[in-house]
Structure formats: structure tokens, C-alpha cells
């Protein structure tokens, strides 16, 4: 007990944060998936309603949005994790040699992106994307309509989300690689082992703790993509980028009226994939760990 | 270490003030609104100059992003706590918001500024703060998407005559095929739910003749969209991609559909000699501007006093008498003291309101569920007109969604107790 008031103090903000922007937000919207509210009068409990219309209504324009919004965020969160994980563990690699000069720095030329907004990340893309004026085409002596077509308009988002997200994930990985023991490495050199085999044998393994750790933390900020299909196709062309936290928006603060009981139950929904695809990835990890 | 819990009990002192320091009980109004554009500077100037009338409650300027707003509006109202005594809503929400019980009538400040009322109005602006035979907003401005030309453009390419009756048409647009270079474009069509909100109305339809009852697939939005297809095709639409102010500011377009609050922006660029005139039609017989306004409304707020709304009532009076600041934004200041005076006849848009003819082309969206038809009409007119979507697929998506949508708010539009 005394151990425990003890930790109090260092646990305590967090948990006082965490209840409050976390827990009473969360289960205040899961209340809300079961109403018909729109955020003004008196929410009306309608229990199961929403969720039986967006799951199993197969005629429903809630379904529609949802299963269509849905499937966009999984092929974002399909493409933009393996890409935030692999681009950054690369270069994470290629900037631990010994023999490199001036890796600070472009560790921090790498991590400078993820500081700024995404609006305005996505408004210099969005020039360097223009079919008219942006280096680009010129580059590439092409007419293409980056923003307008596909399978360009997914190209110019996950080009937006690996250039502003591979610097968090770097800085991680460098910091995991320069603690390998170089025992280990010289080890494995007198072995006969080349760069790549190392690399594989002696680095992966040895960094596989904070590697999940990543992996579960950019797969759950991945499927709360808005910012970049927002700023730069704003969910077009036809829909095909609209992914699931936009059309949630639109519904709960879109134009009109508040559509929030059908926008909650669809954020709660997200929430359960998420939580089974974090659990997932969570008992992988820690098979890893133990094995 | 020994002064950490004086930092945090002072700290927590601030924090109860600022939380305690409720609008209602300060000595300055609230004035929230969505002026964050070039127009905010000039309302900014006009709330300035009021203050320097050393008003007992002067007014404190709080301008955010129209989406934040609304939000905003929906947590005050839920905690009843922080509400403005003053803001600015659009038109279109105000049925939204009337009918939800959380707007009260301007009964409070038409009988502290008897002045305030509908005769010294613009009466369709007038008319569009009402709901239910109450009135709930005074208009601030009429404001919308009409029609900039480029007048060497269409000097050069022999287009005058489409403006001979101060009306273009599609159909006149149409007859530039062929006439252009590939880089320049009959219009920019950042607008294209303006232009075919007006087209629709200009045929004698409407998105929403009765309240609830949408008619997105009427042979009216088939002929507007089907028009503007054909244009797209014949490659008299700046391309989707392109930016619309910059083909038109840079002379590669001879009209752009564009919003009255755009003026100050085409002004700023030099050589560009632009002119006015009346949104693109589809006929020349009973032409609309189909326009929106800013009211002036009240939240619901037990805790203001009956002083703080006789100061709200002097500040929009004050507006009323001196809103020639806000025509410098491009916009057409509601007020007949201002709109119908010499100094605002000078002003480029004042030819929508000059004539009681050009006054009865104005309309507001006001219907019930104007907000959604808008959403809808912005989420899918590009698909449709750039041919990804064919004309009824995209109408019966949009009349589903909008029917969707209006069964749910409707259902849940029980009004707060």
C-alpha cells in the first residue's frame, strides 16, 4: 500500500490525463454509438440500432460509408506501415556505420518532416504534385494528374505520410541499433558474416523489442489517417481515398446537423478493429520476446 | 522544492479565475464568428471603431474557422458555460439551430434598437434569419458565388456580347469551342456547386421544394450537370487539377465563378482588369443570384443578463449604420442605410442590389436541410462533371445520402428541454 501511494505522485498526471482526454471521451462515445443525437437536443437511446445499420444494412448509405471507408484505411494502413517501417530501419542502418560522417545531421534532415503540420506538409506536396507547374511532371516530362487519378492519388499520400513519418520511428531504430553489443558483430564478421548477414542475424534480432514496439504504435496512428487524404485528395477521386475518420467527421461536424450516434458507432467500430489488430501484434511481440 | 506547492496553488487560483471569468459576468461582449478571411480584417476595423465610441461593453472580436465554430457552439450549449453573447451564423444553419431550441427570437434586440427591423434591411437577407414565422437572425450581409470576367479575355475572343443582358450563359459558353487556345478555358470551376445551385433554381428547381422532400434527380439538376459535362468535354472548364484563382488571376480564363468575398483578392492583382456581373445561368429568362448571408444571432444563456443584450443591440446597430467598411470585403452589407447610399454605389458588387429587378434575382439557401445538400453537392459534383460518374448515378447518390441524413437528424431533432 505504501509502495503504491508512493508511485502515486509519478503515475498520478498521467492517469489524471488519461482519464480525462482517454477514458471518459472513449466511453462517453461508445454511449453515444448507442443514440440518435444530434449533439443539441436529447440524445434518444436506440441500443444496437446504429451498429446492426452500419455492419448488416446492406441498403443503408451508413454501410455504404462505412465498409468503403474502411477498406480505404486498411489498404493506407496496408501500404504506409511496412513503408514506416522498413524506409526508416534502413536508413537507421545505413546511418549507424562507424565510418559515416555527419549522421546527426541527416538524422536530422530525416526527422525535421515530422514536425510540421501536416496542412502544411500537404500544401508544398500538392505544389510539387501540380500537373502544370510542379517539378515533377517536369522531371519527368509527364502530364500526369496526380491528385485527380489512380493509382497516382494514393501515390501522393503515402509520399506525404513516409515524408513527414520516417524520422520518429529513425531516431528509435538508431538508438536500438547502437545499442547491439559490438561483440556481437565482430563475432559474427570472424564467422565470415558480410553487412547484409549481420544485418539480419545479429541487428534484427537484437533490436526486435523496440521493432514491434513501432509496428504497434504506427499501425494504430495509421488507421487514424486523416490529415493527408483530407488535405491533398480531400477523399476523391470518387470516393476512393475517403477514409474511414473522414467520413466519421463529416458525419459528426459536416455540413449540416450532427450525425453523431452513427459517426460514434462507426469510431467505436474502428476501435474494435484496432484493438484486435493491436492484440494481434501485441501476442506476436511477446512470443518474440520470450522466444 | 519548498516553493513547489505554492507554484501549483497559484497556479491552480488562475486556473479557477479564468474558468470562473465566465463572458456573462465580464465587462466586454463575446462576439464569436467565421470571419477568418480577408473579410475578418474589415469586421475586425468595424468592431475597432466601435470600441472607440467608448461603448460600456465593448466588444471583444473572436474569429475561428467555420467548421470550429459550429463545434464550438455545440460544447457551450452542452455545458451551458462560455456562450457568447453575440455571434455570427450563417443562414443556412439557422433552422438547424432554431429548431434544435438553442437560438433565441431577436425580439430582446429589436426592442432595445427599435431600429432593427425589416424595413431597413435587404428583405430577402432579412427573411432568411426567419424560421417558423420567428425571426431569429439580423443580416450582417448577403454573400455568395456570381461571375468575374476578364475583360481583355473577352474583348479578345469576341465574348462581349454574352454580357450585353448582364447574364451568361452556358449555352453561350459553349459557343467557345474551338475558339480558344488549349491553355486558356472559358471558365475556372472552383465553384461548380454555385453554378449549378443557380442553374437549378434559374429552371424553376429546387433541391428541396418542400421541407424534407429532396429532388436531387429532377430533369433540372440532370440538364445543369449533363451542360456542364459537355463543357468539361469540349475543354471550356479549367482542368480539376489546376488552381482556379491562379488560371483566373493569371489570364487563362474569361469567367470564373467565384464568391463576392473573393473581390479584394482579384483587386490585389496587378494588370488583371476584371468586372462583375451576374452568376452563370442556364437562361437568360428568370435569372438568380443564389446567395448566403451572415446573421447576427443569440445563444440561449440564462446567465446574460438583460444589460449585456441592450449592448448586443447597440453593437449591431452600430453595424447597421456603419457596415460601408464591410462592402470593401467584396460583400453586400444587408443594411439599405449603407446599400442604398451613394459611397456604396461606387463598389463593383453594388449592381446586385441597385435595382429592384436585381433584387428580385437574390435567393437564399435557407431550406431545412441546406447544409447537407451542400456537403453533397461539393463531395461528388467533380466526379460527375469530369465524367468519372455518369449524371444519374451521381444524382441518385446524392439524393440517397441527403435522404439518409435528413431521416436521422430529423429523428433526432427533439429540442433541448
Known sequence: ?291 | MRRTPKVFAAAAMVAALLTGCSSSESNTLTFWNPLTGDDGAYMRQIVQDYNATKPQYPVTFQPMAEADLYTKVYSVVNAEDDIPDVMIMHAARIPEFAGAGVLTTDETLTAAQPQLKRDNYQETAWDAGTVGGKSYGIPLDLHGVIMYYNKDLVAKYGAEGFLDDKVVTLDELATLKGKLPPDTYAFAGLFIPGVVDAGVRNLGGSAEPQPGKVEMTSPQFTTVYSKLVQLQKDGLIAPEDSDSMQVFNSGKALFLPDGTWGLSGHRAIKGLNFGLTNALQMSPDKPVNVLGSHQFVQLKDGSRGKERDKAVAAFVEFVRKNSLKWADSGQIPASRQVFESPEYAKYPQSFLTATSEQQSMLKIDATPHAGFISGALWNHSKDIVWGRVPVAQGLETMQKEIEAKIAEADAAGTKRD
Open chain 1, 1 to 291: 500500500m505504501r509502495r503504491a501511494l508512493r508511485a502515486a505522485p509519478f503515475i498520478g498526471p498521467h492517469l489524471v490525463l488519461f482519464a480525462v482526454f482517454g477514458l471518459l471521451p472513449g466511453v462517453y462515445g461508445l454511449y453515444i454509438g448507442f443514440t440518435r443525437w444530434n449533439l443539441l437536443g436529447d440524445p434518444q437511446f436506440v441500443g444496437l440500432d446504429n451498429f446492426h445499420e452500419i455492419l448488416f444494412d446492406t441498403e443503408s448509405v451508413f454501410h455504404d460509408q462505412f465498409v468503403n471507408g474502411l477498406v480505404n484505411t486498411l489498404i493506407f494502413v496496408a501500404v504506409s506501415v511496412p513503408l514506416l517501417i522498413v524506409i526508416p530501419l534502413l536508413l537507421a542502418a545505413g546511418l549507424s556505420r562507424k565510418d559515416l560522417k555527419g549522421a546527426g545531421f541527416f538524422q536530422g534532415v530525416f526527422y525535421i518532416p515530422g514536425l510540421i503540420s501536416v496542412s502544411a506538409g500537404a500544401i508544398a506536396w500538392v505544389l510539387m504534385f501540380n500537373r502544370e507547374l510542379g517539378p515533377l511532371n517536369n522531371l519527368l516530362g509527364t502530364d500526369i494528374s496526380f491528385i485527380t487519378t489512380q493509382p497516382w492519388a494514393w501515390l501522393t499520400i503515402f509520399v506525404l505520410t513516409v515524408w513527414a513519418g520516417i524520422g520518429g520511428n529513425l531516431v528509435i531504430y538508431r538508438s536500438a541499433i547502437s545499442a547491439v553489443p559490438r561483440e556481437l558483430h565482430e563475432a559474427a564478421q570472424i564467422d565470415g558474416a558480410g553487412t547484409v548477414r549481420r544485418f539480419l542475424s545479429v541487428t534484427l534480432p537484437s533490436i526486435r523489442f523496440p521493432l514491434l514496439y513501432t509496428m504497434v504504435l504506427t499501425t494504430v496512428g495509421s488507421f487514424n489517417v486523416f490529415g493527408q487524404p483530407m488535405m491533398l485528395t480531400k477523399g476523391g477521386p470518387n470516393s476512393s481515398t475517403k477514409v474511414l475518420m473522414m467520413n466519421i467527421r463529416d458525419l459528426a461536424f459536416g455540413t449540416g446537423a450532427s450525425i453523431a450516434g452513427m459517426a460514434a458507432a462507426m469510431s467505436m467500430l474502428l476501435g474494435v478493429v484496432l484493438m484486435l489488430i493491436s492484440a494481434v501484434q501485441f501476442s506476436v511481440m511477446h512470443r518474440g520476446i520470450r522466444g
